[in-house]
T-cell receptor, first 113, second 122 residues
């Protein structure tokens, strides 16, 4: 039962353009969402998060949008840079317990020159 | 502070052997988590500790798996009688208990992952 889904296994974007990574979830109890970035042979690194009472959170080049009614979130990276090439994981949790993250399967982003 | 440290980085073992991995969390973090990541999947939660107490275990953690955090500092994850299906990246993470945000805050999770231990069972 995949409660967090990332349906695009890969994405290729030109440097300077916008990257949009998508994530869907099925469990309506989730109220906190995160994006992690992972380089090969390293652990995931926290990127940005959003709680369910917000619909947008920005941090520099990164913006996360949340559509609760559609159970959908997206990560926008603009402008995309070659160093952004990595695997991006969407994750969800409950703020009440806040102990366990449920991850999606990841999207591999390739930013080309 | 060198972050979350995991040893070994790689482990190759024969089926049926026992293996043990170690995780050293960030020193002031009282929560420690274990996750497993298989090829093409995201990390899956296995278990977590608050100080030395193991507070939650996933159904993924079969009776061949045991985790300990005896003094509330480092943790070990042991797999007995390894099977080929145990081949995966085992990730450890740590955080402060009070680092998790409320819904109306802008703060973020203080979850820091280690680089993982890659286990190959042959």
């Amino acid at each position: 039962d995949q409660q967090v889904k990332q349906n695009s296994p890969s994405l290729s974007v030109q440097e300077g353009r916008i990257s949009i990574l998508n994530c869907d979830y099925t469990n309506s109890m989730f109220d906190y969402f995160l994006w992690y970035k992972k380089y090969p042979a390293e652990g995931p690194t926290f990127l940005i998060s959003i709680s369910s009472i917000k619909d947008k959170n920005e941090d520099g080049r990164f913006t996360v949008f949340l559509n609760k009614s559609a159970k959908h979130l997206s990560l926008h990276i603009v402008p995309s840079q070659p160093g952004d090439s990595a695997v991006y994981f969407c994750a969800a949790s409950y703020t009440g317990t806040a102990s366990k993250l449920t991850f999606g399967t990841g999207t591999r982003l390739q930013v080309t020159l | 502070d060198t972050g979350v440290s995991q040893n070994p980085r790689h482990k190759i073992t024969k089926r049926g052997q026992n293996v043990t991995f170690r995780c050293d969390p960030i020193s002031e973090h009282n929560r420690l988590y274990w996750y497993r990541q298989t090829l093409g999947q995201g990390p899956e939660f296995l278990t977590y500790f608050q100080n030395e107490a193991q507070l939650e275990k996933s159904r993924l953690l079969s009776d061949r798996f045991s985790a300990e955090r005896p003094k509330g500092s480092f943790s070990t994850l042991e797999i007995q009688r390894t099977e080929q299906g145990d081949s995966a990246m085992y990730l450890c993470a740590s955080s402060l208990e009070k680092s998790f945000p409320t819904l109306d805050s802008n703060s973020s999770y203080g979850y820091t992952f280690g680089s993982g231990t890659r286990l190959t069972v042959v």
